[in-house]
């Protein structure tokens, strides 16, 4: 086994490292912003991950191109989304949210699985058998397309968050809500476009999900176990937590991958996740809230 | 009033095979049981201490392998032996609980409900890796009983069991210091802390109490089923199922769970469950749940209590503006 398929597979987990990392930033913001946690999230990815497919196997558009259009969809449906189900819940938001956001999961896994069956789908295009290699490790270069498409989304969420007055608003209410609302922010609406964007996020997700993995209604239980790990180890609602975490955890599990065996990989993700817990409850860039994590 | 009430409930579940017989109905009440349970059991957690765990499915699948594991390697026979043997499954799913739970419970709130998931799919995964030991996604086989025809009554019995020990269990909590200090951890842990609430042992008592009562209820389930797999044991959905029906009735109510399992079980399981027609039984379901926490956000026990107490006090304000002849009037 040679250093070349270690650093392959490393390499491999930077890649898709970017792509989870595109999905949990949206994942983050939206727990950061209206402190819910979206178990409905893994079925977003997959929502999106089967719009790209409508475009694809329907009018032919490829999955990068069809973006342009899943993406405000996603955006309108995520709006849509909170305005009905998660701004008509006052009290105890918290416990109610994960049950509502995990009802919204079945909802969107039934509605696919009704309309798509439970057949695996993938987004199938012409460059996708195109590859390089490092050593003895072959990488397909959609990874790479797929991870330079990730690092530019995340780039643009950063400039909104950084660079915008509406950015300035989101991490105003993602410190202190009750402080933003009496600066004057609409923390309601900002928590509406917040959970669209994390919405299209997840379609950016889904597709460059779907484009290197085999998907169907059910992935999403396997997805949001990972992004939920991804930011709890990163610290709720931080994004650069949730970054650094995609990458760190997705190498360690290609590594793994090849040095253990790949039956015992996605095992390692929730190894990390125990030893964090143990060491460092609140992740790594989370604030320590009174007591805990 | 309410012992005689609960004497004639009880004496209604023990009545129901008996008249009511017939394998579909009694394997209905079978699983009402069984969820009446798991819920009563999850409340005591979810409820009581406001720590909200969607993993407890990975539990309810331990104790079903636990069980099976012991019965097939002890080489029980099939039969009665089976079902005095559930209690050993709940020892060993709370023994697991422990150390699972300490570092669960490190946790707050939302990180918690992650790491109770992170858990259930730990539990899987590990289920389906270790080969040797649980046969993977082969599946793990119970020894069948011979019991023919009125196969499902002794579980409707053994779950019955397992479902009044939940409720007693629950019940004894709640009216307990024990159980009031879970109450005040869930209103405010730092404040029942620095009130000399022993918050760490509290919780840690009341999951592995809860974890080895769904253990246990996870084992009769196993042999009831008689093959068990780890996708299908630890399913997400039977864990969000007693989480739903807690959450209807009345999470932190003792009734409350079990009038969720009665309205929510019964109704499940006639829904077509057909593998093509599953899938829009999701969205039913879903729709259902949201309509649940939109509508009653406290649940039915709760509202229903307060709509008796309005009704009450209407009552007696009607009764005191009726007028009196002989009121004699202050000039």
Known sequence: MGPSLIIGAAALGVLTGGVYALMSSGLALIFGVMRIINVGHGAMVVLGAYLSFVLLRDWGVDPFLGLVVTMPIMFGLGVVLELVFVRPLRADREALSVLVTYALALGIEGVLGYLFSADYRQLRVSYDTASFAIGDFRITWVYVYGFLLAVAMLLALFGLLYRTRFGAAVRATMLNRTGAQLVGIDVERVSAIAFGIGMATAAAGGTLFGITTAFNPDSHYDLISRLLTIIVLGGLGSLRGAIVASLGMLVVEDVASVLISPTWADFTFFVILVVALVVRPQGLYGVRVRGAA | MRLSGLALLLGVAVAFPIGLPGPATVNVGVFTLMYVGLATAWNIVGGYTGYISLGHAGFFGFGAYALGLIVTRAHVPAGVDVFLLVPLAGVATALFAIPVGWIALRTREATFVIVTIAVMFMLQILATNLRGLTGGSQGLAFPVPGWGAAFDVPFYYAMLALAATSLTV??????????????????????????????????????????????????????????????????????????????????????????GALILEPAQLYFPYGLGQSRLYLVVYAAVFLIVILLLPRGVVPTLGDWLEQWRSHRLAEAQDRPRGDEAVVG
Do not use: C, H, N
């Open chain 2, 170 to 259: 629950s019940w004894s909590i709640r009216r307990s210091r024990f159980g009031l200090g879970l109450l005040a951890i869930r209103d405010d842990e730092d404040r029942a802390r620095s009130l000399g609430v022993r918050t760490e042992v509290s919780k840690l008592a009341a999951f592995v109490v809860s974890v080895a009562l769904v253990g246990m209820i996870g084992g009769v389930y196993g042999y009831y089923v008689t093959y068990i797999y780890p996708q299908f044991v630890i399913d997400p959905l039977i864990g969000i199922a007693m989480v739903l029906m807690a959450f209807l009735g009345g999470m932190g109510t003792l009734a409350g769970p079990v009038v």
